[in-house]
T-cell receptor
């Protein structure tokens, strides 16, 4: 059982380049989330989705876009990467309709130079 | 709005000593509370959760936490720490009245274990 899988695990981008991070979950979860983790800042929510075809902004959405075309996938896009987006990105998912624990992927370490 | 405070950024304990990590939450209704652990280079793993009922909950790896409504706290404890417990620990709160609201995480407490 793979759980939540993030692709890629590491990436180095040049300023201004674009990229897409992929999150895939095989638990049939309704809700999916993208967080970034920076030293001393904890986990900050970027965007989230409560179902296929729906997305919403979190705490730090600027510079990112997301799409949830399929229930099992949640894509995070950076249109024009900036050094401030250097971070570790985590995807999470959980069952919908009630409060349950979230399951996390292993993270993507992104460096923007 | 919900919020979570973990007052201790970094704690160092000796192997075999007891541990308590603090978590305070701000939330008007019944909170759903979680503790996660993150080992270096890894994702977050659930240690335990509290939804209702007995205020002392047991988790994996010998951890427990106690919900104290009067103090708005959900502190994590372990009677005897092992070197492998060195990691970052996150407390999180969920909105019991709105299942689709994302969990809110504290900034984390980094635990170091010395011999």
């Amino acid at each position: 059982n793979a759980g939540v899988t993030q692709t890629p695990k590491f990436r180095v981008l040049k300023t201004g380049q674009s990229m897409t991070l992929l999150c895939a979950q095989d638990m049939n979860h309704e809700y999916m989330y993208w967080y970034r983790q920076d030293p001393g800042m904890g986990l900050r929510l970027i965007h989230y989705s409560v179902g296929e075809g729906t997305t919403a902004k979190g705490e730090v959405p600027d510079g990112y876009n997301v799409s949830r075309l399929k229930k099992q996938n949640f894509l995070l896009g950076l249109e024009s990467a900036a050094p401030s987006q250097t971070s570790v990105y985590f995807c999470a998912s959980r069952t919908g309709g009630k409060v349950t624990e979230a399951f996390f992927g292993q993270g993507t370490r992104l460096t923007v130079v | 709005a919900q919020s979570v405070t973990q007052p201790d950024i970094h704690i160092t304990v000796s192997e075999g000593a007891s541990l308590e990590l603090r978590c305070n939450y701000s939330y008007g209704a019944t909170p759903y509370l979680f503790w996660y652990v993150q080992s270096p280079g890894q994702g977050l793993q659930l240690l335990l959760k509290y939804f209702s009922g007995d205020t002392l909950v047991q988790g994996i790896k010998g951890f427990e936490a106690e919900f104290k409504r009067s103090q708005s706290s959900f502190n994590l404890r372990k009677p005897s720490v092992h070197w492998s417990d060195a990691a970052e620990y996150f407390c999180a709160v969920g909105n019991g009245n709105s299942g689709n609201t994302p969990l809110v995480f504290g900034k984390g407490t980094r635990l170091s274990v010395i011999a």
